[in-house]
């Protein structure tokens, strides 16, 4: 059965911080990989979405990488900001169903 | 940019009561999912549903779920004989494709409360 975790668990940081947030997956038979952002009490937010045959992608101060083969990926935020304070989900998607990480919380301090 | 909307936001129920959550996925979609998140916990994928049948469903989907297309927008899920467990934050997410491709797009969910 395919276990994702994510560490840190938190993260807190000054504002103005680049930072990495890291996504580990057990099984490497994946379809794409998503990273999606939690506010407190929300819905998920979808930010990136790799396809499992692409390396990585960017949008605006965000990049994520992927490497299928040892199971990993990286979510990269640039020049953090208050406003990125939320919960950060990395998901890996089987055939028919995403498989969901525990989560990295990110504090940004003004 | 189209979404998928979920009602109610929140949901108060007695314990024992039955409950119905709703979704109205993307209009082109053909594919949707149902997920839930137990406060503090990992979003758990509880079933996926296309051409009017279950594709998949995990464990804990059992004889207490069940989940319908009774028209051609809406998506529920109906939970019988609620119980203190169920309680839980209750997503939605559709998606034009399965297998490679693309994304699947989540509502902001339903938080059910059971009392």
């Known amino acids: 059965k395919q276990e994702v975790t994510q560490i840190p668990a938190a993260l807190s940081v000054p504002e103005g911080e680049n930072l990495v947030l890291n996504c580990s997956f057990t099984?490497?038979?994946?379809?794409?990989l998503q990273w999606f952002r939690q506010d407190p009490g929300k819905g998920l937010t979808s930010l990136l979405l790799?396809?499992?045959?692409?390396r990585e992608q960017t949008s605006g101060r965000l990049n994520a990488s992927l490497d299928k083969s040892s199971g990993r990926s990286t979510l990269y935020i640039a020049a953090s900001q208050p406003g990125d304070s939320a919960t950060y989900l990395c998901?890996?998607?089987?055939?028919?169903?995403?498989?969901f990480g525990s989560g990295t919380k990110l504090n940004v301090k003004p | 940019e189209p979404e998928v909307t979920q009602t109610p936001s929140h949901q108060v129920t007695q314990m024992g009561q039955e409950v119905i959550l709703r979704c109205v996925p993307i209009?082109?979609?053909?594919?949707f999912y149902w997920y839930r998140q137990i406060l503090g916990q990992k979003v758990e994928f509880l079933v996926s549903?296309?051409?009017?049948?279950?594709?998949?469903k995990s464990e804990i989907f059992d004889d207490q779920f069940s989940v319908e297309r009774p028209d051609g927008s809406n998506f529920t899920l109906k939970i019988r004989s609620t119980k203190l467990e169920d309680s839980a934050m209750y997503f939605c997410?559709?998606?034009?494709?399965?297998?490679?491709?693309?994304?699947?797009?989540f509502g902001d969910g339903t938080r059910l409360s059971i009392l």
């Open positions: 997410a559709s998606s034009e494709v399965q297998g490679p491709g693309g994304p699947q797009h």
């Open positions: 099984d490497s038979a994946i379809y794409n």
């Open positions: 790799i396809q499992s045959s692409q």
């Open positions: 998901a890996v998607k089987g055939f028919n169903k995403f498989y």
């Open positions: 209009s082109n979609h053909l594919y």
């Open positions: 549903f296309y051409n009017n049948e279950i594709s998949e």
